[in-house]
């Protein structure tokens, strides 16, 4: 896919429209992945940016598959939105409003950790409880692909987890409620609700994949941007528009929107 920076032009002709979005994931796109998800730090510089944006453009919100308080915690900056679970969370008027008929699930994540707490046994393996979902990360295994292989085969006889669907990311397997909804419907709602004439999405992995399709299907003139490193899905690459060549690719990304987004007119 292009590089971003050797298409600038392109950028900016999505920021003549307006109202305008600004939309990123976290994980690998504004914070470098981490061993464990409690150790990720968003980048300060990126954090600064969006801070600075926020206050210029009409929506600039997160989208993260961490739990919508998480991602607020995380990046901090008010004036935000911030969807979490992948769209079945929303942090709003200082609480987190769930999408209807997921809250249930709260209990049956409780169960499916007793049920699969013997994944702990091999070397590794981290189980994170993200409320109504939830999340066990590999990537500290020896042997990823036998560890997925062990996982899949714990989950497969547990009863608890056959209520969920069973979805991949980078070196984690999530467990999420049966319910129609990824970070593309969740960038739709937010398309629709800000009325956005233009928009622009940052992410990293499969699930961003779901957004840059719905970017592209919107009614409205949208920018896929995947930030991309060795780890990184072929099918990412294939959907995004351009690239970004990692989270130190992304702060110069937004450093550089930052400067040329001008101040609203008073």
């Known amino acids: ?3 971003l920076f050797d298409n600038l032009e392109a950028v900016l002709e999505v920021l003549t429209l307006s109202p305008l979005g600004l939309i990123t994931d976290i994980d690998g ?3 470098e992945i981490a061993a464990y998800p409690e150790e990720a730090r968003v980048s300060p510089r990126c954090r600064e940016s969006l801070a600075t944006l926020s206050k210029r453009l009409a929506l600039v919100a997160a989208i993260s598959g961490r739990p919508a308080q998480q991602a607020r915690e995380m990046i901090g900056v008010e004036g935000m939105v911030y969807i979490g679970n992948h769209g079945l969370e929303r942090w709003a008027d200082g609480k987190v409003a769930m999408m209807e008929g997921v809250a249930e699930y709260g209990a ?3 169960a499916t950790l007793g049920e699969l707490g013997s994944l702990l046994a091999m070397e590794g393996i981290a189980l994170e409880n993200k409320g109504i979902a939830l999340s ?3 990537r500290q295994c020896p042997h990823h692909q036998m560890a997925r292989g062990y996982i899949m085969e714990r989950i497969a006889k547990s009863p608890s987890a056959r209520g969920f669907r069973i979805v991949e990311g980078r070196m984690v397997v999530e467990l999420r409620p049966p319910v129609e ?3 593309g419907i969740a960038l739709l709602g937010l398309v629709e609700s800000y009325r956005l004439k ?3 999405y940052l992410g990293d992995d499969i699930s961003d994949v779901d957004a840059f399709a719905a970017l592209h299907s919107a009614p409205f003139k949208g920018l896929a941007l995947g930030v991309v490193d060795e780890e990184t899905s072929h099918q990412v690459e294939k959907e995004a528009d351009f690239t970004l060549n990692g989270v ?3 702060e110069r990304f937004l450093r550089w929107l930052a400067a040329t987004v001008p101040e609203p007119e008073r």
């Open 248 to 250: 130190g690719d992304a």
């Open 181 to 183: 909804v990824n970070k």
């Open 136 to 138: 066990i990360h590999y």
């Open 108 to 110: 049956k994540v409780k």
């Open 29 to 31: 796109t504004i914070s």
């Open 198 to 200: 233009g928009g622009i």
């Open 1 to 3: 896919m292009p590089y």
